[in-house]
């Protein structure tokens, strides 16, 4: 059944059931229109703190977001600050109802709304680059959903005019030769509800000046660290995230398998050659191997992140909903402080001391594994904000067939029109700290229609009940969906259970997995205060107790070498204080294992050997270990 939403004013549709338009290829999955799904519990927790942080106070202080951003008129910075922050402002604002930060955006979008040129230039005049003009586009449709502001698409149809004739004559360049994807989505979306060919035409001809993501990992040549001498904008770790979306988004234009095939290929070489135990792939700006004392940068999370959730709708694989879940809850938390006052420019997945110091990375500076403001560059401080609230926007999507689905899992409630009736489905959960997720149906009538859940690989046990009845079990790895006609108050429940995982990393090394969660050595911090900016202080964190740890292991027999502990799930999980489960196991020091650059050593090839005594410690998700050891050295029990 097709299903048509129209704006009364303009009489623009589109297909709300979520299939694009001819010629455009199926998308399995489609995003809801932001606000449609609505964080709850600690998960709206996250974006309070956020708000209270240093997304909700930067325009107070920090020059590039004050009242001269040339992106509101002034003399200042115009380049991609304004654009970064308002990508982010838009969904943290809407999704908290917050009206002091509603206002801030609203005063950004107003003047990029009000100040477009006559022959549909947009931005600052000073601006020549179409790369930040990208991420306001981006903002702009976000805003559109939350709002339905008019002025929105006619905008947007004009730039796109604009473009058209100006691109060959001023084609993409630096910057936006690598990132065409990220406005030939906006084109897919202005296509679908405009049915305006000059979208599409544009999205060919960006495709066309753009980067060959796709040439690249067919035959991938960078299979060690690059170095400064051999770093480009084809090795740039953000570059490379906002590029996982590239092959999958063009598939709707192509419509071609190879395009789709292409998306696994990057995922395989990525993860083969540089791929962490948090879930990214090593870039401390440039490819940095697998090492795990390299680093990567928080633009990378979160970009890819949202790349993460614009594949995950086009392709409909639970894998990629395994991938979002496990940067989402590991590598992005690990790099803010827990007031989220500051946050990281490199984080490290063996990250024993926080200093400010020259480490191992190709091109980033001494500050880039502090806490701060702008620790060595302030992309990150700009861009940071989009993380948690565009995740919380995309747990739940529409099917092909109008239905809904959870592609990922987290407390919300969402909202949306389905087979005729209004529904709202609320989550409740504690997941990723627990294994149990129950979801409350609420309708103004009774209605037919499908809701698919994601089941995670790791949840081999799985089970699905309604209503209290005898549980079902769900293949791990793929979508479990129940057809049925709702009623108000019917009742899901999803059981994942969690049993401790020992995954083989870098040098052998043994990573601990339970759900989503990675977990780490719970290592003491001290943190002390480098220097203070405006509201905003940069920090150095030492470590108070030992890191050189190997764990003692069974490989055969994972679980019962470690005990668990659950505790309640306070409003910031994510602190060395706060985390809300604990593993305790026997380990061994390894006193040979030591600093070098003010990190973590060469990881010793496992297993090692030890004579030291039999120690217990206890690991912590990693999202909640600022100081961490994750990737152990092991001898055998």
Not at 81 to 103: C, F, S, T
Not at 190 to 209: F, I, M, S, W
């Amino acid at each position: 059944m097709k299903i048509f939403t129209c704006l009364l004013l303009t009489g623009i549709c589109w297909n709300a059931a979520g299939q694009n338009r001819a010629p455009l290829g199926a998308s399995v999955f489609t995003p809801l229109p932001l606000g449609s799904v609505k964080p709850t519990g600690w998960l709206k927790d996250q974006l309070r703190i956020q708000a209270d942080g240093l997304s909700g106070h930067l325009e107070e202080f920090w020059p590039d977001l004050g009242p001269q951003s040339a992106w509101l008129g002034g003399s200042g910075e115009g380049w991609e600050r304004g654009p970064y922050y308002v990508d982010g402002l838009v969904p943290l604002a809407y999704l908290l109802g917050d009206p002091v930060l509603i206002g801030r955006a609203r005063h950004w979008v107003d003047w990029a709304l009000d100040h477009q040129r006559a022959d549909g230039a947009i931005g600052p005049e000073k601006n020549l680059d179409w790369w930040p003009n990208m991420l306001m586009l981006k903002a702009l449709t976000q805003f559109e959903e939350a709002t339905g502001d008019t002025r929105v698409i006619p905008f947007l149809q004009k730039y796109v005019a604009y473009q058209l004739a100006n691109l060959d004559k001023r084609p993409l360049h630096e910057w936006a030769i690598y990132r065409w994807q990220d406005e030939v989505l906006t084109m897919v979306w202005l296509y679908n509800r405009t049915g305006d060919a000059r979208a599409l035409e544009l999205a060919r001809k960006l495709h066309d000046q753009g980067y060959d993501w796709n040439a690249q990992f067919a035959k991938f040549g960078y299979t060690d660290k690059v170095t400064k001498e051999l770093a480009t904008l084809k090795t740039h770790g953000v570059n490379n995230a906002m590029a996982l979306k590239a092959a999958a988004v063009w598939s709707l234009v192509s419509r071609r398998d190879e395009d789709r095939n292409a998306a696994y290929k990057m995922l395989a070489e990525l993860d083969r050659y540089h791929g962490q135990s948090n879930g990214m792939h090593a870039a401390d700006e440039h490819y940095a191997g697998r090492n795990s004392s390299q680093g990567v940068e928080l633009c990378a999370v979160v970009e890819a992140m949202f790349s993460y959730e614009t594949e995950l709708g086009i392709l409909g694989d639970a894998a990629i909903g395994d991938r979002l879940e496990k940067i989402a809850y590991n590598a992005l938390p690990g790099t803010f402080s827990p007031d989220m006052w500051a946050h990281q420019y490199d984080q490290q997945p063996n990250q024993v001391l926080v200093s400010l110091s020259k480490r191992p990375w190709a091109t980033n500076g001494p500050e880039s594994n502090i806490f701060g403001l702008e620790p060595n560059f302030g992309c990150c401080t700009a861009n940071m904000h989009q993380g948690w609230p565009k995740f919380a926007a995309s747990l739940w999507m529409r099917t092909a067939e109008g239905g809904l689905v959870a592609g990922a899992y987290g407390p919300s409630t969402v909202a949306a029109e389905v087979a005729g009736a209004k529904a709202q489905l609320t989550e409740e959960t504690d997941y990723p700290f627990r294994d149990r997720i129950t979801v409350h149906v609420k309708l103004d009538r009774d209605a037919e229609f499908p809701v698919a859940f994601r089941i995670p690989a790791w949840a081999t046990e799985a089970k699905v009940s309604v209503n209290g009845g005898a549980p079902e079990s769900a293949k791990a790895g793929a979508f479990h969906t129940l057809r049925r006609r709702w009623k108000s108050g019917d009742r899901i429940e999803l059981i994942f259970p969690m049993h401790v995982r020992l995954e083989s990393g870098y040098h052998n090394s043994a990573i601990v997995e339970r759900g989503p969660l990675v977990y780490s050595l719970a290592i003491g911090e001290s943190w002390h205060k480098l220097k203070q900016t405006g509201l905003a202080s940069d920090w150095e964190v030492f470590p108070t107790t030992p890191w050189n740890y190997a764990l003692l292991l069974d490989w055969k027999l994972p679980e019962p070498q470690f005990s668990v502990k659950e505790v309640p799930v306070p409003k910031q999980p994510f602190s060395f204080e706060g985390a809300p489960v604990i593993l305790e196991t026997k380990a061994r020091r390894l006193p040979e294992w030591v600093l070098e650059s003010d990190s973590a050593g060469t990881l010793p090839v496992s297993p090692v050997e030890s004579k030291r005594p039999v120690e217990t410690v206890r690991l912590i998700p990693y999202g909640a270990a600022k100081l961490r050891v994750t990737d152990f050295p092991w001898v055998v029990k």
